[in-house]
């Protein structure tokens, strides 16, 4: 009989297949340091590998196995690679991804007490846990995992325009930085907010956002009949690691009865470090934050988190109480955490958070990032003594930009330019390192981000030693 209709495979298939997965994976953390972080391929490339039809008939999984591990994997960016230092790497952790295999083998369902009483208990367990850290009120607040930062954000904004605004939000106006991650303009357009509702606020030379213009913006708005409603701080940004004023723009808040959301899906866990958390005063002060544990919790993707000071205001946005639903409500202790947010259907990710925080302990943590701080600005005092570098933006929360400009060379800008973007070219081309520029005061300049606990000053000396030389070549 003809039992394929069931998708299974044997015991000792499946035993065989498992091993041989855990042990690419393993090999992969183990010499991932000694390979090339950079895949460059072209459209065409990719089709003439993978372009077809789709299969009628079995092919043996070794062999399916094999062509994924020798085509597919080499084709990917190593995220987690020591010199994989532009966007916001994803250093990850073995323990995590070992957790995600088992939820993701026993095909938790995350989204309801009924369905896995465990997976909603450790996402209130790991939720407190990281209320307390932010110093939100754990016994009203609470928050919701999600994929990443951008539907932590899309979450927050649409709990703050239900708790601010009702239904009528015709005339509301949201304020954000020249320097807030473009995530948060994604989440204010698919929400239905038209281009003038939304105010830009210029930053200041440090790239915070800067304070008299966001007063006299939303006391223009008042005198116009508007209704400002929310503001948006960064805590990190994604260009500088920048840190907005976040006491006085809670002050402000206060004053207006604003909505005050903090994006600090890059920044936020640095509140493990003193030096961190130094930065981030006045990130308690925040209705909502969003952070982003697949990054600087090293969390393999995907893992973002939205806390809220009061876990009523999720319920109240986005409880629905469909017939199919009405037996496994449950007592209110129970949370069902498709009533706090936009997914029905949800995946276990509380669950390697959980056994990464139990299996390294929270003090491993605050070293990882401390480190990751520490090594920025050592970064930058090696900088600092070269005579062909300059520093642009100085070392914050493990991010730094800069751009090869010798002393005593008479470039134009427009030429520094040039030659800054044609080092990053030929780095990534060389795929020695993911190392890519950005634009900060109309200057092309080359950006790290530094929160790999396994990348060290040598990784970067030598970057840099390969950076000057492609320099030589291009002058």
């Given at each position: 009989m003809d039992n394929s209709h069931k998708l299974q495979l044997s015991k000792e298939e499946m035993r065989e297949y498992g091993y041989q997965v855990i042990d690419t994976i393993v090999a992969h953390f183990d010499t991932e340091n000694t390979k090339k972080p950079v895949a460059l391929a072209s459209r065409e490339e990719m089709d003439l590998l993978f372009k077809m039809e789709a299969p009628e008939e079995a092919t043996n999984y070794k062999e399916v196995l094999d062509f994924v591990t020798e085509k597919v994997l080499p084709n990917s960016n190593i995220v987690t690679h020591p010199k994989s230092y532009s966007f916001v790497p994803g250093p990850s952790n073995y323990v995590s991804v070992m957790a995600d295999t088992l939820a993701t083998g026993f095909n938790v369902f995350s989204g309801g007490w009924a369905a896995s009483p465990a997976a909603a208990e450790l996402e209130i367990v790991t939720m407190n846990w990281l209320l307390k850290l932010f110093k939100f009120p754990t016994k009203k607040g609470g928050g919701i995992f999600t994929s990443g930062g951008s539907m932590a954000n899309l979450t927050a904004l649409v709990t703050a325009r239900r708790q601010r605004c009702g239904d009528d939000f015709s005339k509301a106006i949201i304020y954000l930085s020249d320097q807030a991650h473009s995530s948060n303009i994604k989440a204010i357009r698919v929400l239905g907010f038209k281009k003038e509702q939304v105010r830009i606020i210029p930053t200041d030379i440090e790239f915070k956002m800067a304070i008299n213009k966001l007063k006299n913006a939303i006391a223009k708005d008042r005198l116009e009949g508007l209704q400002p409603f929310c503001i948006i701080a960064s805590a990190g940004t994604t260009n500088t690691g920048t840190v907005d004023p976040l006491?006085?723009?809670?002050?402000?808040?206060?004053?207006?009865?604003?909505?005050?959301?903090?994006?600090?899906?890059?920044?936020?866990?640095?509140?493990?470090?003193?030096?961190?958390?130094?930065?981030?005063?006045?990130?308690?002060?925040?209705?909502?934050?969003?952070?982003?544990?697949?990054?600087?919790?090293?969390?393999?993707?995907?893992?973002?988190?939205?806390?809220?000071?009061?876990?009523?205001?999720?319920?109240?946005?986005?409880?629905?109480?469909?017939?199919?639903?009405?037996?496994?409500?449950?007592?209110?202790?129970?949370?069902?955490?498709?009533?706090?947010?936009?997914?029905?259907?949800?995946?276990?990710?509380?669950?390697?958070?959980?056994?990464?925080?139990?299996?390294?302990?929270?003090?491993?943590?605050?070293?990882?990032?401390?480190?990751?701080?520490?090594?920025?600005?050592?970064?930058e005092a090696y900088l600092r003594k070269s005579a062909n570098w300059e520093v642009i933006s100085p070392a914050t929360l493990a991010v730094i930009n800069f751009r090869y400009n010798p002393i005593g060379t008479k470039y134009t800008e427009k030429q520094l330019d040039a030659i800054n973007q044609k080092i990053s070219k030929k780095m990534v081309d060389s795929r020695e390192a993911l190392l890519v520029t950005t634009i900060l005061q109309n200057q092309v300049v080359l950006r790290m981000c530094l929160i790999n606990p396994r990348t060290t000053i040598l990784d970067i000396k030598d970057t840099l030693k390969t950076c000057e030389s492609f320099a030589k070549e291009i002058v």
């Open positions: 006491t006085e723009i809670a002050k402000i808040c206060k004053t207006e009865k604003l909505w005050f959301h903090i994006d600090g899906a890059y920044g936020g866990a640095a509140i493990l470090s003193k030096k961190g958390n130094q930065l981030l005063k006045g990130i308690e002060k925040a209705d909502s934050l969003t952070i982003d544990p697949h990054k600087w919790l090293f969390q393999p993707y995907e893992m973002g988190c939205l806390l809220v000071r009061n876990h009523k205001w999720l319920s109240q946005t986005f409880s629905e109480k469909p017939e199919y639903l009405r037996d496994i409500e449950g007592n209110t202790s129970e949370i069902n955490f498709y009533d706090h947010g936009i997914q029905l259907t949800r995946r276990f990710r509380a669950l390697k958070f959980y056994m990464s925080m139990k299996t390294f302990g929270l003090s491993a943590f605050k070293k990882a990032i401390s480190y990751s701080i520490n090594l920025a600005e050592e970064t």
